[in-house]
């Protein structure tokens, strides 16, 4: 098989190496992939949302199927464009992925169906959304509708933050037509999470659970990020949440989108939050009275938690995204090793904000379960590997136990060295703290 994969993150690199793990698979091109990607794919210099040109090139060289991972281009419809021309893909639709484009659409059909979630309220103007944050608990969340690069959601733990937020948005456009539209929301407590659902359109296998570190500092401080490491599985997700979560929050969304003639195939994500016993911090329960809430849905695979549960799964998985994308996927089809597995991302100094690019790298040597993903590299005019971005390595290892998985990514990443890298030192910390508590 010939595979295209869109996207050129870490995310990605993490969805090429297991692909490769086929044996049917004979070639895997990355559009536009980046520095690191470039040893496990070829990659080709057309940008994730250039669909016209990205469509031409597989039609050009007659590829199998298509991985479209990243939100903007699934948004745009780069997977109806690459279907339109008989090229089968995992990912959804554009009128599918829309569960992600608008948090708007997202919530009211959530609403409609009762999945539970936060209470909320949306608003186009800016009297009427400050009027109703004089009454609302703080702390409080504000999410512009559409996608806005992760930076979006902001936790306002005072007043003065939330009417900034919502200034931000309505007033000074910061977030573009994204921000049109923002939603007020109630503040869930307890531990946040993620399940990974693929979905043929008819039904869903949930692949492992994760959890992911959004703050740039440690113990969650700081501002939000598109992530600073994750592991697999969620402690707090326990094998009893499952079944609960696969009939009262996934397959509600894929048959009511089924009903309106949309057929939902790819990964569905739900970002959650637990809170019961398991939970650490615990909190006032959510309004909607249920212990697991949906934080969000997103249409793809997540970032950095597919760089924690991909090395965990076994069988055939360029078999089981095909299947997934002609309809016809089984349970089977996805095989979950009993192991763990953490991630540690490695970042350049300034991120969330302004950073410096073009940093020489040195690599590690990544052992038998260690992985290096490339989130942001690139080489420069000597061909050394540079630092092209925000987050710029994913390091994961595979191990028996969580500590021995945290310690195992650790020990890889003190091997990489470039100017100013900077990482987290508590990845999976609050798991464990958890488990010492019980």
Not at 64 to 87: Q, R
Not at 363 to 372: F, Q
Request: negative net charge; aromatic residues 6%.
């Amino acid at each position: 098989m010939k595979i295209m994969v869109v996207g050129g993150g870490g995310r990605e690199h993490a969805i090429i190496k297991s692909l490769k793990k086929n044996p049917d698979v004979t070639e895997i091109f990355a559009c536009p992939g980046n520095g690191g990607i470039a040893a496990d794919a070829t990659c080709v210099a057309i940008g994730a949302t250039d669909i016209e040109k990205i469509v031409a090139f597989a039609v050009e060289n007659a590829i199998d199927y298509a991985v479209v991972a990243p939100d903007d281009p699934l948004v745009l419809g780069c997977v109806d464009a690459l279907e339109a021309k008989g090229i089968p893909c995992f990912g959804p639709r554009a009128c599918a992925a829309i569960i992600e484009g608008s948090k708007v659409f997202s919530k009211n059909l959530m609403k409609k169906y009762g999945i539970p979630t936060a209470e909320y309220e949306v608003f186009e103007d800016m009297t009427a959304a400050l009027n109703y944050l004089e009454t609302a608990p703080i702390p409080t969340v504000i999410k512009a509708d559409g996608l806005a690069a992760g930076k979006g959601v902001i936790v306002a733990e005072t007043l003065e933050q939330a009417q900034k937020a919502i200034d931000d948005m309505l007033v000074d456009n910061k977030f573009g037509n994204a921000g049109a539209e923002v939603l007020i929301e109630e503040f869930l407590h307890g531990e946040e999470c993620s399940i990974l659902a693929m979905v043929d359109g008819n039904d869903a296998v949930l692949l492992p659970s994760s959890q992911d570190h959004k703050r740039i500092f440690d113990g969650d401080k700081g501002p939000n990020t598109g992530g600073m490491g994750a592991y697999s599985p969620a402690p707090v997700i326990t094998a009893d949440k499952l079944p609960m979560i696969k009939e009262k929050i996934i397959m509600p969304v894929v048959n009511e989108l089924k009903k309106r003639g949309i057929t939902y195939r790819g990964i569905l994500y739900a970002g959650l939050m637990v809170n019961d016993e398991n939970s650490n911090p615990r909190g006032p329960l959510a309004k909607s009275g249920s212990t697991v809430n949906v934080v969000e849905f997103n249409a793809r695979f997540g970032d950095p938690e597919t760089e924690a549960v991909l090395p965990r799964l076994g069988g055939e998985f360029a078999r089981a995204l095909l299947n997934a994308a002609k309809g016809c996927l089984k349970s089977e089809d996805i095989v979950v090793r009993d192991e763990v597995a953490a991630t540690v991302i490695v970042s350049s100094a300034g991120y969330p904000g302004d950073y410096e690019k073009g940093k020489v790298i040195e690599l590690g040597r990544a052992g038998e379960k260690a992985y290096v993903y490339h989130s942001g590299t690139s080489r420069n005019v000597c061909g050394e590997l540079v630092t092209a971005g925000g987050r710029v390595l994913g390091v994961t290892a595979v191990a028996d136990t969580l500590p021995d998985a945290i310690a195992a990514s650790y020990k890889l990443v003190e091997q990489i060295h470039f100017d100013n890298a900077f990482y987290r030192r508590d990845i999976g910390q609050r798991a464990l703290a958890a488990k010492e508590e019980k």
